[in-house]
T-cell receptor
Framework: NAGVTQTPKFQVLKTGQSMTLQCAQDMNHEYMSWYRQDPGMGLRLIHYSVGAGITDQGEVPNGYNVSRSTTEDFPLRLLLAAPSQTSVYFC???????????FGNGTRLTVT | EDQVTQSPEALRLQEGESSSLNCSYTVSGLRGLFWYRQDPGKGPEFLFTLYSAGEEKEKERLKATLTKKESFLHITAPKPEDSATYLCAFTPPGGGNKLTFGTGTQLKVEL
């Protein structure tokens, strides 16, 4: 019973590098989303998707890209990493818009 | 702007000392109020959903309640394993995927 799986668990990048955070869910959920969690700020929505081929911006989308080619996968791309993107990133999914989110265990990213 | 505020920011309890965590929200007509538990290094784990004022949900030592302006998470006779950060979140009118989270209450239960 995997749920939401995120890889990698930890990553260190240099400023200007790019990378992709992976997220996969096996619950056949249509809704998927990416959040970042910073001390004192709570969880903030970066991007979300309501189904394959459909994505939209959340509260803090700048510097990040997403795509959704399958129901299962929702990768998050950092194009030109900046120190301000140092954070813990969580992927989550839900089966309808008033049901609870199911979270992965996060990726801790440090940009130096 | 729809907001959610949690208090206190941190709470220290002795084992067996009951207390309550507060989640106040400003949105009207919310479509769901959620409570999560988050352990260090882990993702938030779902606890409860409340949909309408007056609703209550219970699980072991935890009970969540909802009024028109706030939700409480009551912890009865807590144990050290209840130590975690507790988050509340809501889905605003119109729903969608934009769950808004509070900053959490960090609970520590000591022997």
């Amino acid at each position: 019973n995997a749920g939401v799986t995120q890889t990698p668990k930890f990553q260190v990048l240099k400023t200007g590098q790019s990378m992709t955070l992976q997220c996969a869910q096996d619950m056949n959920h249509e809704y998927m989303s990416w959040y970042r969690q910073d001390p004192g700020m709570g969880l903030r929505l970066i991007h979300y998707s309501v189904g394959a081929g459909i994505t939209d911006q959340g509260e803090v989308p700048n510097g990040y890209n997403v795509s959704r080619s399958t129901t299962e996968d929702f990768p998050l791309r950092l194009l030109l990493a900046a120190p301000s993107q140092t954070s813990v990133y969580f992927c989550a999914s839900r089966d309808r818009d008033d049901s609870p989110l199911h979270f992965g265990n996060g990726t801790r990213l440090t940009v130096t | 702007e729809d907001q959610v505020t949690q208090s206190p920011e941190a709470l220290r309890l002795q084992e067996g000392e009951s207390s309550s965590l507060n989640c106040s929200y400003t949105v009207s007509g919310l479509r769901g109020l959620f409570w999560y538990r988050q352990d260090p290094g882990k993702g938030p784990e779902f606890l409860f959903t409340l949909y309408s004022a007056g609703e209550e949900k219970e699980k072991e030592r935890l009970k969540a309640t909802l009024t028109k302006k706030e939700s409480f998470l009551h912890i009865t006779a807590p144990k050290p394993e209840d130590s975690a950060t507790y988050l509340c979140a809501f889905t605003p009118p119109g729903g969608g995927n934009k769950l808004t989270f509070g900053t959490g209450t960090q609970l520590k239960v000591e022997l």
